[in-house]
């Protein structure tokens, strides 16, 4: 009986020994985590959106000692055509941290929301896609990517036998590579929410080995679908062509020689390093607003062009139509019939172009929802109300 006992005894005080941690269920991966962003409350949202560089892994696009001088214009007060719709009102509604207008490259109108300010970083989800397409036109331009019409393989060997395999660079870049994929981020089992769940396979991405797996539902350049994991793709290429992170091709092509004020942030990929192209890029508000004012200026730094002709005029012109009259989808950028063309991200991230104008309109935010018609209306009215705050005081 004694024996018993003290087995028992010790056995109660090994167990108590043991760390809580591996008593515990598994901690969620980095990709888990990540993909249960989506599904944050509002108050996570407002409160972790300007740290997501520091909660997951990410590479830092270092700035340089030039710096692109914003010098402050008239003041530009937006008009709604609801008279009691105030810019207060509107960021407040919506839930928005920050709103800057430059035209001319002179800053008109600039907002911040309280706890929220001119030195802190804010997630750009979807934006990224737009600046992962800039990099892949840079790395056009200088040969790194050969053609738009080189097949993935060529790129991503992993991608052979695979429905991606065939895929060219430039149906990558409009969404149009036909494979099945559902973007409904309220669905926590569709694939942009299930896309980094899975365990690490082989030293890959999480994208490689979730788009692998998938079959194809239109023949390749017919049907547009917005995919997520499509603009990874492109990331990976990119890091493949050039031998280099998303961050530091950043920094090196665009960061530094531009003048950006503040280092920037990419989320890295938790099973081989690599920086997710799809979302992930972090940056201040200035910040967004010169990648929007080096659009303007045609992709030229220092009066010399450093993005390949052939992706200008794709990224900025309508190759697909979306569901919704008057608006396009170029190279992974968003377009407007009349010119216009912008760099979107859910829960509120935009950086907008409008070259009749001269304008760049930047907004980032933690919408209640991470879009909605409603929310795309009102981001749509904000638009037209600084366009004729700027046409009044023309």
Not at 64 to 80: I, K, N, T
Not at 97 to 121: E, K, N, S, T
Not at 338 to 360: C, E, K, T
Request: aromatic letters at 10%.
């Amino acid at each position: 009986m004694r024996s018993t006992f003290g087995l028992r005894l010790l056995s109660l005080v090994l167990c108590l020994a043991v760390p809580l941690p591996l008593l515990a269920k598994d901690a969620p991966s980095v990709g888990q985590q990540r993909e249960d962003v989506l599904f944050w409350t509002q108050a996570q949202r407002t409160a972790q959106f300007p740290r997501m560089y520091e909660l997951f892994p990410a590479d830092r696009a270092a700035h340089g000692s030039h710096v692109h001088a914003l010098p402050e214009g008239a003041p530009l007060a937006p008009r709604w055509d609801d008279a009691g719709i105030t810019l207060a009102g509107y960021m407040s509604r919506h839930h928005l941290a920050g709103v800057m207008v430059l035209q001319h490259g002179r800053i008109r109108l600039q907002r911040y929301a309280p706890g929220f300010g001119p030195a802190q970083r804010w997630t750009s989800f979807s934006v990224a896609k737009s600046v992962t397409s800039t990099l892949a036109g840079i790395a056009l331009a200088r040969g790194d990517i050969r053609s738009m019409d080189d097949t993935l393989e060529t790129y991503i060997p992993q991608l052979r036998g695979t429905a991606y395999a065939k895929v060219t660079v430039e149906q990558l870049l409009t969404m149009t590579s036909g494979v099945r994929w559902n973007e409904d981020y309220d669905d926590p089992h569709s694939d942009v929410a299930q896309m980094y769940r899975s365990a690490c396979e082989n030293g890959q991405p999480h994208v490689i080995s979730y788009l692998a797996k998938l079959p194809r539902a239109y023949p390749a350049g017919t049907h547009w679908n917005y995919n997520t994991a499509e603009t990874d793709l492109l990331g990976i290429l990119v890091q493949r062509a050039t031998g280099q992170s998303l961050a530091s091709y950043l920094s090196q092509t665009i960061w530094k020689p531009y003048g950006m004020a503040a280092d920037a942030y990419w989320l890295k990929d938790e099973c081989d390093g690599s920086d997710t192209g799809g979302s992930g890029l972090s940056a201040t508000l200035a910040d967004y607003a010169r990648i929007g004012e080096f659009m303007l200026d045609g992709g030229r730094i220092g009066g010399r062009p450093v993005i390949a002709d052939a992706w200008l005029h794709g990224a900025m012109h309508k190759q697909q139509d979306v569901a919704s009259p008057g608006h396009g989808y170029g190279y992974l950028w968003w377009t407007d019939a009349d010119g216009s063309y912008a760099a979107i991200g859910i829960f509120g991230q935009m950086v907008y172009v409008d070259p009749a104008r001269q304008l760049v309109i930047v907004q980032v935010g933690a919408w209640p929802q991470a879009t909605s018609k409603a929310l795309v209306a009102s981001r749509r009215a904000f638009i037209k109300a600084v366009q004729r705050g700027a046409d009044a005081t023309h």
